[in-house]
């Protein structure tokens, strides 16, 4: 009697996984079908808290997607296309450095796929594109937001300038803040170059919510000061990336000087030189285009405090996402196109393109 049951029942197992293998065809079982026309999606997102634009985060605000892949020559088909709402969403802390948020894409994209979000008002936001793998990606928007320099458009002009180098714009983060800085007890000739590192540490630390940096001589993680004895080192200042980890976030750096400082008067020339090498430490490895900003690349310093703009700068690399691509971040052009592939294919006309640091060390020039 069980016999008959067995072989009946191996019948339709047979026949549901024939089934299944000509609705999914090559694709395989465990890879799972694209989402088509939904009426919407909705996805989660933080975006960096900008001081000076409280505007933006009062209201919602109308964005628009696209596609990102091209359809092949000759095609007369348009990519899928759609809208995108941005609303705010409540918070129990106000002074939180990011502020929560969700799009509602309307109709949804396939998933995955690579789409690109404009703003209606792009005075207000940055276009961008990114690739959404499923509903829990978090598509992060960034707002506009003026600086002072007369050398830079906005903020993400000067971060992208920031960002160059070993980093190539991507957002790498330390552990934990404040980072910790172990002075030690160096000298070079009359000039206490441990006393100069600790003065740029208050400097930086100076008119901060929450510290840059701490003194702390026991800490196996973080800023170092190097000093070669004895050595002529060109440039006089450099900050060494010694240790990273897998996800290439940094551990250890080493700020090396030698013994080319060796008068009292030397000292205001190395705090500025140790106020620049700072900034490197704080990730932002690259140089500014500005001489009165204290990352200015073209000579040493000519100044001994971070710019407003540079402070705001190290706050935003600081928060936003790990392992985000400013790459994908660009400016429209005139006649409201998203041609840009990267923040030097958006750049406005005319702009010279820039040149990447060496990766081992960021020097002072």
Same mark, same amino acid.
């Given at each position: 009697?069980?016999?008959?049951?067995?072989?009946?029942?191996?019948?339709q =197992?047979?026949?549901?996984?024939?089934?299944?293998?000509?609705?999914?065809?090559?694709?395989?079982?465990?890879?799972?079908?694209?989402?088509? /026309?939904?009426?919407?999606?909705v996805?989660?997102?933080?975006?960096?808290?900008?001081?000076? #634009?409280?505007? $933006?985060?009062a209201?919602?605000h109308?964005?628009?997607?696209?596609?990102?892949?091209?359809?092949?020559?000759?095609?007369? #088909?348009?990519?899928?296309?759609?809208?995108? /709402?941005?609303?705010?969403l409540?918070?129990?802390?106000?002074q939180?450095?990011?502020?929560?948020?969700?799009?509602?894409?309307t109709?949804?994209?396939?998933?995955?796929?690579?789409?690109?979000f404009?703003?209606a008002?792009?005075?207000?936001?940055?276009?961008?594109?990114?690739? $959404?793998? /499923?509903t829990?990606?978090?598509?992060?928007?960034?707002p %506009?937001?003026?600086?002072?320099?007369?050398?830079?458009?906005?903020?993400?002009?000067?971060?992208?300038?920031?960002?160059?180098?070993?980093?190539?714009?991507?957002?790498?983060?330390?552990q934990?803040?404040p980072?910790p800085?172990?002075?030690?007890?160096?000298?070079?000739?009359?000039?206490?170059?441990?006393?100069?590192?600790? *003065?740029?540490v208050?400097?930086?630390?100076?008119?901060?919510?929450?510290?840059w940096?701490t003194?702390?001589?026991?800490?196996?993680?973080?800023?170092?000061?190097?000093?070669?004895?004895?050595?002529?080192m060109?440039?006089?200042?450099?900050?060494?990336?010694? *240790?990273?980890?897998?996800?290439?976030?940094?551990? *250890?750096?080493?700020?090396?000087?030698?013994?080319?400082?060796?008068?009292?008067?030397?000292?205001?020339?190395?705090?500025?030189?140790?106020?620049?090498?700072?900034?490197?430490?704080?990730?932002?490895?690259?140089?500014?285009?500005?001489?009165?900003?204290?990352?200015?690349?073209?000579?040493?310093?000519? =100044?001994?405090?971070?710019?407003?703009?540079? *402070?705001?700068?190290?706050?935003?690399?600081?928060?936003?996402?790990?392992?985000?691509?400013? %790459?994908?971040?660009?400016?429209?052009?005139?006649?409201?196109?998203?041609?840009?592939?990267?923040?030097?294919?958006?750049?406005?006309?005319?702009?010279?393109?820039? %040149?990447?640091?060496?990766?081992?060390?960021?020097?002072?020039?």
């Open positions: 009697m069980l016999k008959p049951f067995l072989c009946h029942t191996g019948v =197992v047979a026949a549901v996984l024939l089934t299944t293998i000509v609705v999914y065809g090559c694709r395989g079982i465990s890879q799972p079908m694209p989402i088509v /026309d939904a009426p919407e999606l996805l989660t997102t933080r975006v960096p808290y900008l001081a000076g #634009q409280e505007a $933006i985060y209201r919602g109308r964005w628009s997607w696209r596609m990102a892949a091209e359809n092949p020559p000759g095609s007369t #088909q348009t990519p899928a296309h759609g809208s995108a /709402d941005l609303a705010w409540p918070m129990a802390k106000r939180c450095r990011t502020r929560q948020a969700a799009w509602t894409l109709p949804a994209p396939p998933l995955p796929s690579r789409v690109i404009t703003p008002d792009t005075t207000l936001w940055h276009a961008f594109r990114c690739r $959404i793998a /499923d829990k990606a978090q598509p992060v928007p960034l %506009k937001s003026p600086v002072d320099s007369p050398c830079y458009d906005d903020l993400l002009d000067l971060v992208e300038d920031l960002t160059a180098g070993y980093f190539d714009h991507v957002m790498r983060h330390w934990d803040y980072v800085v172990r002075c030690g007890n160096h000298r070079s000739g009359e000039v206490d170059l441990s006393a100069c590192l600790a *003065r740029a208050a400097i930086w630390n100076r008119a901060e919510h929450a510290p940096f003194l702390d001589e026991d800490a196996d993680w973080g800023v170092r000061l190097l000093h070669y004895a004895g050595a002529h060109s440039p006089t200042l450099r900050v060494q990336l010694t *240790r990273h980890d897998v996800h290439g976030d940094p551990v *250890r750096m080493n700020i090396a000087v030698g013994d080319d400082y060796r008068t009292a008067r030397d000292s205001t020339y190395v705090i500025r030189g140790m106020v620049h090498e700072l900034g490197h430490t704080l990730l932002l490895w690259g140089h500014s285009r500005d001489r009165d900003h204290c990352l200015w690349g073209a000579a040493p310093p000519l =100044v001994c405090t971070p710019s407003a703009d540079e *402070r705001k700068a190290a706050h935003l690399v600081r928060d936003l996402p790990e392992g985000l691509d400013l %790459k994908n971040y660009f400016r429209l052009s005139a006649s409201g196109s998203d041609t840009a592939s990267s923040p030097q294919a958006g750049r406005p006309a005319g702009r010279p393109p820039r %040149k990447s640091p060496a990766p081992a060390h960021r020097p002072v020039r």
